[in-house]
């Protein structure tokens, strides 16, 4: 692993142990402004403008410095692109039809992401050669992954990157799930840096914790942490163990949750088995942090159930110990004591040691981004709150959520305001200033908040993956 992590946890110890507060729990609410919004101008056009929509997977991400990219149409051609907003201002970064590396043209444009250092990686399809993921760094395209490269330990399969999702890590480094073709093996979840791939797992591998039982189907709901840490869903040949959440760290993996594990905080109950009226909840949907600090999204089982009510919830694992984050029917932050109704998976786990999710409140269902930080939950925005656009109006649901290790967030909202019925928002931390430090405060308090984002994963684990999902 990682020995500057650790450095760097003790070091952000230090520093918040002597100014007398504790890290990083410096939140003191959410300022919102927007990213872009529908029917906004768009950048390198004569006069063309905006559509923004909302996407389950991949449709807008942030790094630590506020950087955010999102997906966004044409409205004259429908052509899709890819944009950058860096200090309120938007740039085109490639649009369907611009030339792509190797010849010919991008054809259909999918997901991005943005890692720390300003790179931006642009899943897409070519006129000429294979589907790939693009690098881009200050308008130079490279190709960062592409169809028909070879996957080792796969009796010489080559990667087929059926998968729309993927994430990166802080160096660069891809984690997605792909098929493989020409080789002993048909699926497989890969690691891949400078378009050469490694194996995390493969079909037929030992799944740890199972008894001796092999890997039969792997999701492509796979992220990498900051420092390179994949974790993934998979079912199993076992006979008690069909579901299991997985992390691998440095090629050594191990079990984090398996069907049948206890749930804890509910009682007695039980992650998955028995499904209740036989729908099929999964485990799903993990997320991880540098410090392989993992959350994921699971059914729930207690006896006697509830009457009426399919319990879901989101937990962590911090090294071996599983703990309740948010569960249906426990009560939602900030909403008058309303109850979740809805718990879909987390969008993401931060170094800081937070965990940022969508769920659904009240009857009927309304729609809030809540954070997770040392056993207490938080919002950061509601429906119905006011808008941060010309014309006003208020949110409707959200999807499609991203933070930072500042606790930063970006995300898909719907509203009723009457110059736009949807856009890309960014709820921004606010800071207050560090005893004794003057103005200099709030400026010192952020760069303790980033610095100390292996302290919050150390101390108790927790927190964001970029990009992520609301809706399942």
Request: net charge negative; charged share 15%.
């Amino acid at each position: 692993m990682d020995r500057h992590r650790n450095m760097r946890s003790l070091v952000a110890a230090g520093l918040a142990l002597s100014l007398g507060v504790a890290a990083p729990a410096w939140s003191q609410g959410y300022d919102l402004s927007a990213v872009v919004i529908t029917d906004q101008p768009a950048p390198g056009t004569s006069g063309d403008s905006l559509e923004v929509f909302r996407l389950h997977l991949g449709g807008q991400s942030i790094n630590d410095a506020g950087d955010v990219v999102f997906k966004a149409r044409l409205k004259s051609t429908q052509a899709e692109g890819i944009y950058l907003n860096r200090d309120g201002v938007i740039t085109q970064v490639l649009v369907e039809g611009d030339p792509a590396p190797g010849g010919g043209s991008y054809a259909l444009v999918d997901s991005a992401a943005i890692d720390d250092a300003g790179a931006i990686y642009v899943r897409a399809t070519r006129t000429v050669g294979t589907p790939g993921i693009f690098k881009v760094v200050d308008g130079v395209h490279t190709v960062a992954v592409e169809s028909g490269i070879p996957v080792p330990g796969t009796g010489g399969g080559t990667l087929t990157f059926t998968a729309s999702e993927f994430t990166v890590s802080d160096s660069g480094v891809i984690a997605t799930c792909t098929g493989i073709s020409g080789g002993t093996v048909t699926r497989g979840i890969v690691r891949v840096a400078d378009n050469v791939a490694s194996p995390v797992a493969l079909v037929g591998d030992p799944a740890p914790g199972t008894g001796g039982a092999t890997y039969t189907q792997l999701f492509c709901r796979t992220r990498i942490g900051s420092t390179g840490d994949v974790v993934f869903e998979a079912d199993t040949d076992s006979n008690g163990i069909t579901d299991g959440i997985f992390l691998d760290e440095d090629g050594v993996q191990r079990a984090l949750a398996l069907d049948g594990d206890p749930a804890p905080g509910t009682g007695g109950g039980i992650y998955l088995s028995p499904i209740p009226g036989g729908i099929p909840f999964n485990m799903m949907s993990p997320v991880v942090n540098g410090s392989g600090v993992a959350a994921f999204y699971t059914g729930v089982t207690v006896d006697p159930p509830p009457p009426g009510v399919l319990l879901e919830g989101i937990f962590v694992d911090a090294g071996g110990t599983d703990s309740l984050v948010a569960i249906v029917d426990q009560v939602a932050p900030d909403t008058g004591g309303e109850m979740y109704g809805r718990v879909p998976p987390p969008s993401g786990i931060n170094d800081a040691g937070e965990v940022f999710f969508a769920a659904r409140y009240s009857t009927p269902l309304d729609d809030g981004i809540f954070f997770a930080s040392d056993g207490v939950v938080r919002p950061v925005v509601l429906e119905d709150r006011p808008v941060p656009v010309p014309g006003g109006g208020t949110f409707g649901e959200f999807s499609t959520i991203s933070a930072n290790d500042r606790g930063d967030v970006v995300f898909y909202g719907l509203t009723s305001s009457s110059t736009t019925n949807g856009g890309i928002f960014k709820a921004t931390r606010r800071l207050p200033a560090a005893p004794g430090l003057g103005p200099w405060g709030a400026v010192f308090a952020a760069a303790l908040l980033l610095g100390a984002a292996g302290l919050g994963a150390w101390r108790q684990g927790a927190a964001v993956a970029r990009p992520g999902s609301l809706y399942r």
